[in-house]
């Protein structure tokens, strides 16, 4: 496949494979932001963050420590 770099071959499970024990911030449908170390997925996208921040329009409301978030409830995980 001529023009097609490494990234871009990636399935989107393996990108979420790569950032395992790193850091993402995690939007979800509602508009809460959760920043964390991203621990665990399935296939589903349900997702386990550890050290985890709540925030909301812009600011940290609070520290939650380990978090399980529900797949259909994510619009977006992006690394930090």
């Keep these: ?7 871009e071959a990636l399935r989107p499970i393996d990108l979420l494979n790569n950032a395992r024990n790193k850091r993402v911030i995690v ?4 508009g809460k ?6 621990k665990a997925f399935d ?3 349900n997702i386990v ?3 985890a921040e ?5 600011e940290i409301k609070r520290k939650i420590g380990k978090v399980f978030l529900r797949g259909d409830t994510i619009i977006l995980i992006s690394p930090e």
């Excluded at 496949?1 to 990234?7: F, Y």
């Excluded at 939007?27 to 509602?30: A, I, P, R, T, W």
């Excluded at 932001?33 to 991203?38: C, N």
């Excluded at 709540?54 to 812009?58: A, K, Q, S, T």
């Design 43 to 45: 296939i589903h996208i």
């Design 1 to 7: 496949m001529e023009g097609v770099t490494t990234m």
């Design 27 to 30: 939007e979800l449908k509602n």
């Design 33 to 38: 932001q959760f920043i964390g170390q991203l």
């Design 54 to 58: 709540e925030r909301f329009d812009g």
């Design 49 to 51: 963050l550890e050290s």
